[in-house]
């Protein structure tokens, strides 16, 4: 594993030569190779069908928000980890922001072969990495004690998915999974104990 440090410069490898050969050629803006290059490599590794390079965090934000269909005046829930609130962000009043503390589950991702609707290997196999949006972080130990039972019943939702559902009604069946998943696992734990509030894939790729 690599470790990318957040705001300190790491300037190891090819990062002189590529930026010298930007201003060579005088792409310096918004295009160029490496530009294409960038979100041709970020959708291959996350299976997206596009990505797209945008100038900083917040502008990628904005973005997400727009397409999520975020409208003024919706309350959008975020960590408590942001400090202040960026004040022309603020201005356009694009959303309520509602800081709370949110605590992960990341469990480890797995492969699994996808069949067909007659039951036959497709030969394709769908790569999953689910997470747990938790109600508190002490949750985190009961759901380690449970999770060879939660892994078993998340096996026997996504095996019931086939084929033709996970490539034509990708979006639809990923929602469906979730819910099952997250009624599954909550049955799993001890009452009072804590719920998992939401389920989400940081991949979800079919190869």
């Not at 699994?112 to 508190?136: A, H, Q, Y």
Request: charged share 30%; glycine share 4%.
């Amino acid at each position: 594993m690599y470790n990318i440090p957040l705001s300190v410069p790491s300037i190891n490898g090819n990062e002189w030569k590529y930026v010298k050969e930007c201003l060579d050629t005088e792409w310096v803006s918004s295009a160029g190779k490496y530009v294409d290059l960038f979100e041709h490599k970020i959708s291959e590794y996350t299976g997206a069908k596009y990505a797209v390079a945008c100038v900083n965090g917040t502008s990628a934000l904005h973005v997400s928000l727009r397409l999520a269909g975020v409208q003024p005046g919706d309350e959008v829930i975020t960590e408590e980890a942001a400090e202040e609130v960026d004040e022309t962000v603020e201005e356009k009043k694009v959303a309520k922001a509602k800081f709370e503390r949110v605590h992960i589950f990341p469990l480890k991702p797995f492969f699994l072969p996808i069949r067909l609707k007659n039951n036959k290997e497709s030969g394709r196999f769908l790569l999953v990495t689910p997470n747990f949006r938790m109600s508190n972080s002490h949750l985190n130990g009961e759901i380690n004690k449970k999770l060879p039972l939660i892994r078993e019943k998340m096996y026997t939702i996504f095996r019931r998915e086939k084929l033709k559902d996970l490539t034509e009604k990708n979006t639809v069946v990923q929602e469906r999974i979730k819910k099952a998943v997250q009624d599954r696992t909550n049955e799993l734990l001890p009452v009072g104990s804590g719920v998992v509030k939401d389920v989400f894939f940081s991949q979800f790729i079919i190869k």
